[in-house]
């Protein structure tokens, strides 16, 4: 997989307050779970703090040596639902089957967890899937983040397919460990321990099953979103444009402000503006281009009223997101949605 710069701020903290809810600590008790990170507890909590893949390796490490329970890499995996995974859960909950669900995965996977990767086979009638990560884990925590990633699995292919996908097998690396019984209330599966790779195998005519909540609509919408993330993320990581990109598609379209977003870096808006000038752009000027880019997608691939996108874009007012809207592209959003058409292919064919 492609090199990961482990001390760059990349992914959500949202993942790792939830790993502390489930260890049932409170705000006070928090400090425990940051040991080793560098991370105040104030810093912890705020929503628009991003972590080093250094930082939460070292968070999950210190989980497991608080956690009471030796079943709580199954526990939080139950408790990663499809909404805490933004635009990419979406995405996933409104395809049109787990085939295109996996692809999703595979896709924009980075664009939350960049530490992993998630690779597809088909060999005959199966589906194989194997999970990578960016460097060698111990196995108390590819143990870990392997039950994570498997409940998660299992469960988003209860919700596409409608029922527990017992047909399916998979191989852990990790050996067997003392609580293996408990598997059994998480994974609905054929289980072995110790392999030399993570494989997943899935029959191929099950991932083809119709999702019966799948919506053309929203995952169109969804999917535009997660390409516009892979897109903006691909520059020069290491700029600060591109953390400021991260960190905006990582929350609500336009709520960050300047001054959360330089707190979250550490630095001040100042410094934060200064940077961005000499890269030759601003705040502003990142800001409007994820969220032009944004209404775009929804004009194009939805049928959604003006008023809505603009809601949906976070503006209390539909003449304001209007007025943007015509300054990004000197045409109103009617008159850009008259003469332009979306494409019905997708990403990820």
């Given at each position: 997989m492609s090199v990961v710069d482990l001390d760059l701020p990349?992914?959500?903290?949202?993942?790792?307050?939830?790993?502390?809810?489930?260890?049932?600590?409170?705000?006070?008790?928090?400090?425990?779970?940051?040991?080793?990170?560098?991370?105040?507890?104030?810093?912890?909590?705020?929503?628009?703090?991003?972590?080093t893949p250094?930082?939460?390796?070292?968070?999950?490490?210190?989980?497991?040596?608080?956690?009471?329970?030796?079943?709580?890499?199954?526990?939080?995996?139950?408790?990663?639902?499809?909404?805490?995974?933004?635009?990419?859960?979406?995405?996933v909950n409104?395809?049109?089957?787990?085939?295109?669900?996996?692809?999703?995965?595979?896709?924009?996977?980075?664009?939350?967890?960049?530490?992993?990767?998630l690779d597809l086979v088909i060999e005959g009638e199966w589906l194989q899937l194997s999970c990578n990560y960016a460097m060698e884990l111990e196995e108390d925590l590819l143990r870990l983040l392997s039950e994570i990633f498997t409940v998660i699995f299992f469960d988003t292919a209860e919700f596409i397919v409608g029922r527990p996908l017992r047909e399916a097998s998979i191989d852990f690396m990790h050996q067997k460990p003392a609580y293996a019984a408990r598997y059994e209330e998480?994974?609905?599966?054929?289980?072995?321990?110790?392999?030399?790779?993570?494989?997943?195998?899935?029959?191929?005519?099950?991932?083809?099953?119709?999702?019966?909540s799948?919506?053309?609509?929203?995952?169109?919408?969804?999917?535009?979103?997660?390409?516009a993330m892979r897109a903006q993320l691909n520059p020069n990581k290491s700029s600060s444009k591109y953390q400021v990109q991260?960190?905006?598609?990582?929350?609500?379209?336009?709520?960050?402000?300047?001054?959360?977003?330089?707190a979250a870096l550490f630095i001040c808006k100042r410094t934060l503006a200064r940077r961005l000038k000499q890269e030759g752009t601003s705040f502003r000027q990142v800001r409007d281009e994820i969220m032009s880019q944004q209404a775009v997608g929804y004009l194009l691939d939805?049928?959604?009223?003006?008023?809505?996108?603009?809601?949906?874009l976070n503006y209390h007012d539909s003449a304001n997101f209007r007025r943007a809207f015509k300054r990004w592209f000197n045409l109103t959003p009617d008159q850009y949605r008259r003469q332009h058409s979306a494409p019905e292919s997708s990403v990820l064919s």
């Open positions: 990349s992914i959500p903290s949202s993942y790792s307050r939830l790993a502390a809810r489930e260890l049932g600590l409170l705000a006070r008790d928090v400090s425990d779970v940051l040991a080793g990170t560098q991370l105040s507890v104030e810093q912890f909590l705020q929503e628009n703090t991003l972590l250094n930082q939460q390796l070292q968070i999950l490490k210190n989980c497991l040596r608080i956690a009471k329970d030796n079943t709580f890499g199954l526990r939080l995996g139950q408790r990663l639902t499809s909404p805490t995974h933004g635009a990419l859960g979406f995405l409104s395809s049109p089957d787990l085939l295109t669900a996996l692809k999703a995965f595979q896709a924009y996977l980075p664009t939350r967890m960049n530490l992993a990767r998480h994974i609905p599966a054929t289980i072995g321990f110790g392999a030399d790779a993570y494989v997943l195998r899935v029959p191929l005519e099950v991932c083809k099953i119709q999702n019966a799948a919506n053309h609509e929203s995952y169109m919408m969804a999917l535009r979103h997660c390409e991260k960190m905006m598609l990582s929350h609500p379209p336009g709520v960050l402000s300047e001054e959360e977003t330089a939805s049928t959604l009223s003006v008023e809505a996108i603009a809601e949906l």
